[in-house]
């Protein structure tokens, strides 16, 4: 058996090798480094796959954020409502920009923002809600463009772990995450489900004065060559990374089947074992479906209840198998995140999950039989 990886990349890029070698060699040739033919082409790639009017390409997945919030003009104190379970640069940039990060509870089946606590959470102050499409699964993005539209707030999609997920909306129209809100960003950390060999992000927006706007905040606020309108950072994808994402894009479709696949067979073999809860796919889709790409599996989350997942992660460790605990702390218990407004008993689940998950194996290179032996390790550890 291959020896098991928690994202195997090298064996990814033997596939892609010779493109990739040539295509970053010829960014090197030219020495095209900066704003690049590459990542022009990237650009307009990415907007044609997304069917998204705008992408500006940007330095990572937490400065899209950044930007995003930058560009629609929040004001110190405004209120931002985002998911208590997520990865940090989710709220980190809502308190660095002086706005008021407001921590809600998640669902329990799909680790995604709870709607409720989304409403329950809107004061006079709220401007913005960050809904986090956590572990490629599509956050109910019906339900919060409801709320957004009956409180005047705007959306921002953090799609970092959700690239080419789709939503079928009750029209029948299908669009994809990150292109449903007023803007969504991403990031191409080399093991998100669109990675390159380095930092690099994205954000994107149908609305062209938005667009505009960010377009002049990610160059130094510049519109016109040393006219500086507003205050702005750096932040580009650099061409050698650009080279990198066109060469894997064309695969991203058949990279997220990879996972899927996977993440179908993990379900299926790890079926009726006490004290595990396998990914559902959510109350968007009530089986891990065939058809329908809402869920594209950036990570494979079990939860495993009654206080065993700290033992089978110290199993795993001694079998060498890998895994993640994402995430072991709510972020509202982090020390820089604390706000005395919080009651415990609003992040119930949250607290729970922070104890119940872990996240197994999951890449495009997983094959049956790691899977199996995963899956034999964790029966005989729970039976
Ligand atoms: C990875 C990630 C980010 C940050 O992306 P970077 O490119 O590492 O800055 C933001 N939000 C979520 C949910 C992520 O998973």
Do not use: W
Not at 84 to 102: C, G, Q, R, S, Y
């Amino acid at each position: 058996m291959k020896k098991i990886q928690m994202v195997d990349l090298q064996s990814q890029y033997r596939h892609i090798k010779s493109k990739v070698d040539f295509d970053v060699i010829n960014v090197i040739e030219n020495a095209s480094f900066i704003n690049g033919p590459s990542v022009k082409s990237f650009q307009k790639n990415l907007e044609d796959y997304l069917n998204v009017k705008h992408v500006i390409p940007c330095a990572n997945g937490t400065d899209a954020l950044q930007i995003a919030m930058m560009g629609l003009n929040l004001k110190p104190g405004d209120e931002v409502i985002t998911a208590d379970f997520t990865f940090a640069a989710t709220v980190e940039v809502i308190a660095l920009l002086n706005l008021t990060p407001v921590l809600v509870d998640v669902d329990l089946d799909n680790f995604n923002i709870d709607c409720n606590m989304i409403r329950k959470a809107i004061t006079s102050k709220t401007k913005a809600i960050v809904p986090v499409h956590l572990f490629g699964q599509a956050a109910n993005m019906q339900e919060i463009m409801k709320i957004a539209k009956e409180f005047n707030l705007y959306v921002i999609e953090d799609n970092a772990q959700a690239i080419g997920s789709k939503i079928e909306f009750q029209t029948g129209e299908k669009v994809k995450t990150g292109t449903i809100g007023d803007v969504g960003t991403t990031s191409f950390f080399p093991s998100k489900n669109l990675g390159c060999y380095g930092d690099g992000g994205a954000i994107f927006t149908n609305d062209d004065n938005l667009a505009h706007k960010i377009r002049g905040i990610v160059n130094h606020g510049m519109y016109e060559r040393y006219h500086h309108d507003v205050v702005g950072v750096n932040s580009r994808l650099d061409s050698i990374q650009a080279a990198i994402l066109n060469a894997k894009l064309p695969h991203l479709n058949s990279y997220n089947k990879a996972r899927q696949t996977a993440a179908r067979s993990y379900t299926s073999a790890l079926s009726n074992i006490k004290d595990l809860l396998t990914p559902n796919g959510g109350k968007l889709c009530s089986t891990i479906c065939d058809n329908c790409d809402c869920h594209v599996f950036h990570q494979y989350t079990l939860r495993i209840l009654n206080n065993k997942r700290d033992g089978l992660a110290k199993y795993f460790s001694d079998l060498n198998i890998p895994f993640g605990i994402y995430y072991p702390i709510p972020l509202h218990k982090q020390k820089a995140y604390k706000d005395s407004r919080y009651i415990e008993d609003d992040f119930r689940n949250t607290n729970l999950l922070c104890k119940e998950v872990i996240s197994l194996p999951m890449h495009t290179e997983l094959d049956e039989d790691q899977i199996n032996f995963i899956c034999e390790k964790i029966r005989d550890f729970l039976e």
